[in-house]
């Protein structure tokens, strides 16, 4: 079992950063790769961002790319979302994930493709 719990969330205006943390428990962290999904009110989850298990790769969605980034300090369990230029549309719960197969290529961009979830922390965005 693995747990993950995310935080940094928040209210901020537009044009604004967050960064938001995950700190995991109960795996080698070090092993696996992780993501971040986010969820709007009435919207499917969707992909935000993943790393690779070494930090070696990551993966953005379009919407995010160049705005946010994703890291990870295996040495404390623990990985982030720099967040900046926010905007209303990206107002959404975030979750971190963790995909539960050590070592697993390629790295997951959906959400089928991870085990274990946070409990998500709330991002606000207003204009």
């Known amino acids: 079992q693995a747990q993950l719990v995310e935080s940094g969330g928040g209210l901020v205006q537009a044009g604004g950063s967050l960064r938001l943390s995950c700190a995991a428990s109960?795996?080698?962290?070090?092993?696996?790769?992780m993501g971040w999904f986010r969820q709007a009110p009435g919207k499917e989850r969707e992909f935000v961002a993943a790393?690779?298990?070494?930090?070696?790769?990551?993966y953005y969605a379009d919407s995010v790319k160049g705005r946010f980034t994703i890291s990870r300090d295996n040495a404390k369990n623990t990985m982030y979302l720099q967040m900046t230029s926010l905007n209303p549309e990206d107002t959404a719960a975030y979750y971190c994930?963790?995909?539960?197969?050590?070592?697993?290529?390629?790295?997951?961009?959906?959400?089928?493709?991870?085990?274990?979830w946070g409990q998500g922390t709330q991002v606000t965005v207003s204009s």
């Open positions: 994930a963790l995909d539960g197969s050590r070592f697993r290529t390629p790295v997951g961009t959906t959400a089928a493709r991870y085990d274990y």
């Open positions: 109960g795996r080698t962290f070090s092993m696996y790769n």
């Open positions: 790393i690779k298990w070494n930090g070696g790769s990551t």
